[in-house]
């Protein structure tokens, strides 16, 4: 015998697999594809049955929603996408693994925003609901108008005051006027009067004479 040879004698030889532990392999199997077969059926089932109820949903002109009992994720994306294949809106609502449910809606008959909020926080929609929040919008609305028509009203006094203080504001007004013609002698300004010189011509040439002769006497 080879080294080779030798050596692979040697070795521990693989485990076996038992014909039990084989049959019990092969019937955890069979049951995992039993269980799957079971679970595709079941849904596939569910799917005919949503196809039913929401086309005759759709032939029935007095419905214009439709409310399906809580359901899990996969159930409820059945719902979504037949719904969708159908021309209709479906919404989900209420609180995942606990109450999540669906409702469908008509393209036609469209949930109001209003709808939609009062669903999605845990409340029934009804039309004493609608009432109340279509008269909550209409005080509010008023309430509004009110108040820009507050903010665009000028002020208006009780009394006039101009006419109450007449004597005041004209005695004011006189002497600011005053204030505003007087000659302000700070700036080299003197009253006309002081400017006018009423000496005749004959004075004033013989007043000038007088100065030079003054002026030539104290040169000499």
Request: glycine share 2%; hydrophobic share 30%; charged share 40%.
């Given at each position: 015998?080879?080294?080779?040879?030798?050596?692979?004698s040697?070795?521990?030889?693989?485990?076996?697999?038992?014909?039990k532990q084989?049959?019990?392999?092969?019937?955890?199997?069979q049951?995992?594809?039993?269980?799957?077969?079971?679970?595709?059926?079941?849904?596939?089932?569910?799917?005919?049955?949503?196809?039913?109820?929401?086309?005759?949903?759709?032939?029935?002109p007095?419905?214009?929603?439709?409310?399906?009992?809580?359901?899990?994720?996969?159930f409820?994306?059945?719902?979504?996408?037949?719904?969708?294949?159908c021309?209709?809106?479906?919404?989900?609502?209420?609180?995942d693994?606990?109450?999540?449910?669906?409702?469908?809606?008509?393209?036609?008959?469209?949930?109001?925003?209003?709808?939609?909020?009062?669903?999605?926080?845990?409340?029934?929609?009804?039309?004493?609901?609608?009432?109340?929040?279509?008269?909550?919008?209409?005080?509010?609305?008023?309430?509004?108008?009110?108040?820009?028509?507050?903010?665009?009203?000028?002020?208006?006094?009780?009394?006039?005051?101009?006419?109450?203080?007449?004597?005041?504001?004209?005695?004011?007004?006189?002497?600011?006027?005053?204030r505003a013609t007087k000659?302000?002698?700070?700036?080299g300004?003197?009253?006309?009067?002081n400017?006018?010189?009423?000496?005749?011509?004959?004075?004033?040439?013989?007043?000038?004479q007088?100065?030079?002769?003054?002026?030539?006497?104290?040169?000499?």
């Open positions: 015998m080879d080294l080779l040879g030798s050596i692979l040697s070795m521990d030889k693989p485990p076996t697999v038992s014909d084989k049959e019990l392999l092969k019937r955890q199997k049951e995992m594809l039993k269980k799957q077969n079971a679970e595709k059926e079941m849904l596939k089932k569910f799917r005919l049955k949503t196809e039913k109820d929401l086309n005759n949903f759709l032939n029935d007095k419905k214009t929603r439709l409310k399906y009992p809580p359901m899990e994720q996969i409820r994306s059945i719902v979504h996408e037949v719904a969708e294949e021309g209709l809106t479906a919404h989900s609502f209420g609180k693994g606990i109450d999540r449910y669906i409702m469908v809606f008509k393209k036609e008959y469209p949930p109001s925003e209003d709808e939609l909020a009062v669903l999605r926080n845990g409340e029934e929609w009804t039309k004493e609901k609608e009432q109340e929040i279509a008269l909550r919008r209409e005080l509010e609305r008023e309430e509004q108008i009110e108040a820009a028509k507050r903010k665009n009203e000028k002020f208006t006094p009780n009394s006039n005051y101009q006419e109450k203080y007449q004597h005041l504001i004209g005695l004011e007004a006189a002497k600011d006027a005053a000659t302000n002698k700070q700036y300004f003197v009253p006309s009067e400017k006018k010189d009423h000496r005749s011509i004959e004075e004033t040439l013989a007043d000038i007088k100065k030079k002769r003054k002026l030539a006497h104290n040169q000499d």
